[in-house]
């Protein structure tokens, strides 16, 4: 187990040297390693990744709705000059937006009160109870947003009690912004804890000893050593919600339909599969640019 | 992927065939001689079986929410071993998307409605049944024997199962009397509190509205609709959009809005009434002076049905009277079998004639039932919207 | 080091997120013991009915039985398709290194709606029929990653000179995996397969393009969703996923929470000196 245990069970030597130096540097070994997943990566995900992209050029037998390889640019077309799909596209990447800002302000103090105030007890029971919550069903939590929300829900029964006026939420594009915020949350606030819980105390002292205040050092030091985290947090809430269809479904009104929604309508009810291709790509484009400016911001080493 | 490339091909070759059907079956006709013109559906070669063999354990079907309910399903697992799996579909669209759904091979049975028959039957995805295997076939009401939707050429793709009207439910406190038009879930009296299904048929609904109340537009039938008799349908539907509090995709969706106090009116099932007043929510339900759009909804078998003893297990106990006049009095609406009548009144007195069991063929004749709107207007001028126009203007409303 | 009332600030917030966090799971709790098959607020009265029904019913326990099924094969090939992967980023440089790394993370980053789709599409394109399989598939493309990331966060807080060192000291390279590596990363897998089998345990979006005519417990759930009738005992049966659950949970939040990660760097800079 220890290093000395090993270095008394075989001396070294020049073959154990050079075994050590193609580990470090062999390609077969980086192949056998990288090979199996990513094969699997290729030839299912990519290769169907490209499938869908190909299918987006193609049209439907209007009244079998069987796939037809003609090929043409008419989805794309559709796409562009009807007003409707572009103000689907908008609304769902507004609230992505809307839903990821939300959800940083909600878990940057709580990230930092679980990384940095509380005690390792505390610490580990708050863990626990952010991620408790991924275990109950998505769909169940969804579904008693709709009783907190609705016209005779608990929200409203609650502000009657305290003869507050009554709320109409319910069935709007507020009601998915705030059960985005909540479903997603806890995708936030771990990376972003993970992120603060790294850094060094030492820092923190170091600024603390040349006079710098609370809010001086968490501007400049805390602040951009959790940047990455929270980017890496921001990538889940932004595409989750980029690509939900259920939440619009079931706490939408009308008006609340989601790029997901057109999607899941053309490929799940109207056997559309080229139109919700070409829509698909939207999504594929958006989170391509977001990826690319995450890893500048170093995300992908906080994910 | 071949295989469906190959239906395809004939289903394409079929469209033109098809519109002659559909023109038979729009004079009323419930069967047709096989003209030299109509082209066969692809599956029309393929010989039902002429007995049932043991079941395979296991069915699958795709069904309308209330079409498998424990009821009625336990029974049959435990006669028959036959062990059900059910996905409910919320429209015609989903059910032949289902069905064809990777090639197909995954379902047995689909619980098809009228718009949705024609498109499985012609794009190859069910299959002749033998109706000889059914006992009860013989006590069905005459027009449900051999109907247009889902019998071709004399060779039936399914067995007719039940059928009803789409209803205007309203809350009771609102409305002490029944609102005697559909002009209610038009008014922006009711600004907010109106829900409608979130499907493209829907634009029908209101076709058969204007029908009534427009007649210089000159609908005769809300699914065949010329481009200015469609336009006028989804403007109104786009009037109306500000009023829909929400678009309903589960039946599940209006229970809940109508308890809550979210909405005072809509456009519904009777299923959701019957679960509503069940629960004593002070609802109601009507059929307008302008009458409704309905379903003739028919179990078919699928080309690939993995479980085919067990599928035709089923069409015998669904037909049978009482399970008849269970699904009937459990979902609100009409049995195909005229021996259910009696049943439905043992189960519930006077519930044959509330859900019209006994009805003359007269009232049937009064509900404009579901079918696919196609670009052919059935008078040989193909200048009406086919669906796939419906679907957009549905986004554009809906959206 | 900074003001009390700091602090209290800090607490009150996180008191704040911990309360939206668990109202809307209280109330599913709540919603098990409704006597009513509507649901309204307040619920109209107490019963106990719904937990015998549902333990009696065949398809949740179908259900149930298929989403273990499936979460634990998704987890088992992410487990090692992952970690080979992670090692492989971590330990070597090669070209394409970058792009390959960039685009491991796709299936996890793009929206589970095209994932489903493509998926959809492929199986149909190669004929191949949804079963059990495909939604393993299906969950393991996204589990990859989960496990993938995890590992490779661990590979790279731990100071790589300790496998230098092992094999400096002569151990081969599978030596100094096994015995050195291994026990560094075993916590990280560990909690890479809990988050992973609970991702596949509640996925429904790339579910409902990749599962046949069998329901896996949130196709189930959406199905009851749907008729309105079942759903106390959708209730019951999340109730019960967060009783089983709670004890894993807290097992993983100790191995990647509170304390493994700042214990594996502790001994790592321990080891360097």
């Known amino acids: 187990m220890t290093v000395g245990a090993l270095a008394r069970e075989r001396p070294a030597g020049r073959v154990t040297r050079v075994q050590a130096l193609l580990w470090r540097r062999s390609w077969m070994r980086a192949a056998l390693l990288l090979g199996p997943g990513l094969t699997w990566f290729v030839v299912i995900y990519l290769a169907s990744l490209v499938l869908l992209l190909i299918t987006a050029f193609w049209q439907i037998n209007p009244f079998t709705t069987a796939i037809e390889r003609v090929w043409n640019i008419d989805n794309f077309r559709t796409l562009v000059t009807d007003g409707t799909y572009r103000l689907i596209i908008l609304r769902t990447i507004a609230l992505a937006a809307a839903v990821t800002i939300t959800d940083a302000v909600l878990a940057f103090p709580f990230a930092y009160y679980m990384a940095r105030v509380a005690s390792r007890r505390v610490q580990t029971a708050l863990f626990a109870a952010v991620l408790l919550p991924l275990w109950a069903s998505y769909l169940a939590r969804v579904y008693a947003w709709i009783l907190i929300l609705n016209h005779d829900g608990v929200l409203n029964w609650s502000l009657l009690l305290l003869h507050l006026p009554p709320a109409s939420l319910g069935y709007t594009n507020w009601a998915m912004w705030i059960v985005f915020s909540y479903i997603w949350l806890p995708f936030m606030i771990i990376p972003t804890y993970a992120a603060l819980e790294r850094i060094p105390q030492s820092y923190l002292e170091a600024a603390a000893d040349l006079g710098a205040r609370q809010g001086q050092t968490t501007w400049d030091i805390i602040l951009p050593l959790a940047l990455p ?58 989170m391509a640019l977001y990826l690319l400016g995450a890893r500048r911001l170093g995300a992908f080493e906080a994910m | 992927m071949g295989d469906r490339l190959k239906r395809m091909a004939g289903a394409r070759q079929t469209v033109m065939g098809l519109s002659l059907v559909l023109l038979l079956a729009a004079c009323g006709g419930t069967s047709s001689n096989p003209g030299p013109a109509a082209s066969q559906p692809p599956t029309a070669g393929m010989k039902p079986p002429t007995s049932i063999g043991t079941g395979e354990g296991q069915l699958n079907l795709i069904a309308w929410e209330g079409y498998a309910e424990k009821d009625w399903v336990q029974p049959f697992q435990q006669q028959t071993g036959c062990q059900v799996n059910a996905k409910y579909a919320g429209s015609s669209d989903e059910m032949v998307t289902l069905m064809a759904n990777g090639g197909g091979g995954q379902y047995d049975m689909v619980s098809a409605s009228g718009d949705a028959d024609l498109r499985l039957i012609y794009g190859g995805d069910v299959k002749p049944v033998n109706v000889n295997l059914v006992p009860d076939y013989t006590n069905f009401q005459a027009q449900f024997k051999s109907p247009s939707f889902n019998t071709i050429n004399g060779i039936h793709y399914g067995v007719s199962l039940q059928w009803g009207p789409n209803v205007l439910l309203y809350n009771k406190t609102q409305f002490p009397s029944a609102p005697s038009s559909w002009s209610t879930i038009y008014d922006s009296k009711y600004k907010g509190q109106v829900t409608i299904p979130n499907n493209p048929i829907q634009i029908a609904d209101a076709a058969l509205y204007l029908m009534k109340t427009k007649s210089n537009l000159g609908i005769t039938d809300p699914y065949e609709l010329t481009q200015s008799q469609f336009d006028a349908a989804v403007n109104l539907l786009k009037q109306q959009r500000p009023l829909i509090k929400k678009y309903w995709d589960l039946a599940s969706q209006e229970i809940s809005l109508f308890t809550n106090h979210d909405v005072v009116i809509g456009a519904a099932w009777p299923y959701q009434t019957n679960t509503l007043q069940a629960a004593s929510v002070p609802v109601a339900d009507t059929i307008p002076a302008e009458g409704a759009t309905g379903w003739a909804d028919t179990w078919m078998l699928g080309t690939k049905a993995p479980h085919p003893n067990c599928a035709y297990q089923w069409y015998k106990w669904i037909s049978t009277p009482h399970v008849q006049a269970q699904q009937a009095i459990f979902f609100g609406e009409t049995p195909v079998n005229s021996k259910a009548c009696d049943e439905m009144e043992k189960l519930q007195a006077g519930s044959c004639a509330q859900y019209h069991a006994n009805a003359p063929a007269s009232y049937f004749n009064t509900i404009k039932f579901w079918k696919t709107p196609l670009a052919d207007c059935g008078n040989g001028k193909s200048e009406c919207m086919p669906y796939s126009k419906w679907q957009t203007a549905w986004t554009s409303i809906t959206g | 080091m900074e003001g009390a009332w700091l602090r209290f600030a800090l607490r009150v917030w996180a ?135 995890n590992v490779l966060a661990r590979l790279r807080r731990t100071s790589s000179s300790l496998m ?21 990363i075993s916590t990280a897998l560990v909690a890479g397969a809990l988050l992973a089998f609970a991702l596949s345990f509640d996925e429904v979006i790339v579910t409902t393009f990749t599962a046949g005519a069998q329901n896996t417990l949130p196709l189930w759930i959406f199905g009851a969703i749907r008729l309105g009738q079942r759903l106390p005992e959708v209730n019951v049966v999340v109730f019960f996923v967060i009783l089983i659950t709670i004890v894993p949970v807290v097992i993983a939040s100790r191995l990647s929470g509170g304390g493994a990660a700042g214990r594996v760097e502790a001994v790592a800079a321990a080891e360097e000196v």
């Not at chain 3, 398709?81 to 090669?94: C, V, Y």
């Not at chain 3, 400096?168 to 599978?174: F, R, Y």
Request: hydrophobic share 55%.
């Open chain 1, 229 to 286: 985290g929270i980017v890496a947090g921001s990538i889940f809430t932004f595409s989750l919600t980029l690509g939900d269809y259920v939440t619009p479904l079931l706490v939408g009104g009308a008006g609340s339909s989601f790029i997901g929604n057109v999607v899941y309508g053309n490929v799940g009810i109207a056997h559309n599969i080229p139109f919700a291709a070409a829509l698909a790509v939207v999504p594929v484009a958006v």
């Open chain 3, 15 to 149: 008191a704040g997120i911990l309360l939206f966090l668990f109202i809307p799971i209280g109330l599913v709790i709540v919603y098990a013991f409704n006597v009513s098959t509507i649901q309204s607020w307040p619920i109209p009265g107490v019963t106990l009915k719904w937990f015998g029904q549902t333990w009696q019913d065949p398809e949740v326990r179908r259900a149930l039985l298929l989403s273990v099924e499936a979460g634990l094969m998704a987890t088992a090939v992410a487990l090692v398709l992952g970690s080979m992967a992670a090692f492989a980023i971590h330990r070597f440089q090669f070209f394409g290194r970058e792009v390959i790394s960039f685009a491991l993370v796709l299936p996890l980053a793009l929206p589970g709606i095209i994932t489903g789709m493509s998926l959809n599409s492929f199986f149909a394109f190669n004929q191949i029929t949804f079963s059990l399989w495909t939604i393993v598939i299906g969950h393991a493309t996204f589990c990859i990653v989960i496990v993938y990331n």
């Open chain 3, 164 to 184: 230098e060192a092992a094999m400096d000291l002569g151990a081969s390279g599978w030596r100094s995996f096994v015995d050195v590596t291994f026990p560094l």
